[in-house]
């Protein structure tokens, strides 16, 4: 979820010509290999200290690892990702409760209402907005229901 680990994904170098290292020091940790966008999402602060202790992923601390979280469940663009996300609206963080808005925005318009949980991403969404006292995550979420 980090920015680094994803250029080596993509980079068009790596995709041709690079072949997997032989060497242990190299190889993803068992628990962080293919981890679930899910259940990721709904990590506590707690669990997040726990799981990333020692790790480089601290660094951007619990909203910016949820925020990167988010931004891939949206661009995912999977109803399965509609509960979890529902909850992330209301986390005490704006950053992510503006990108879980964004992400469920996503979700909305390709599942659309009454859409395979589309009900349950607008009124997670319309919800919020009538308590949401930031104004870029306010933004995010008439965006979100509405479109820009």
Known sequence: MLSRHICQEVCPFNRRFAEP???????AAS????PDLMELMGMTEEEFGERFS???VK??????FLRNVALA??????????????????DDEALVRGHAAWALGRILKR?????DRGFVAAE????RLEVEEDEWV???????LWGE
Do not use: F
């Open 73 to 90: 469940l949206g661009n995912w663009g999977s109803v399965q990702a509609v509960p979890v996300l529902a909850r992330a609206v209301e």
């Open 111 to 115: 599942a659309g209402i009454p859409g």
């Open 21 to 27: 290292a032989g060497e242990p020091a190299y190889e």
């Open 31 to 34: 628990d962080t290999d293919g």
């Open 138 to 144: 306010r933004e995010e979420i008439r965006v979100g």
């Open 59 to 64: 660094r951007a601390k619990r909203r910016g």
């Open 124 to 127: 997670a969404l319309l919800g």
């Open 54 to 56: 020692g790790s480089p």
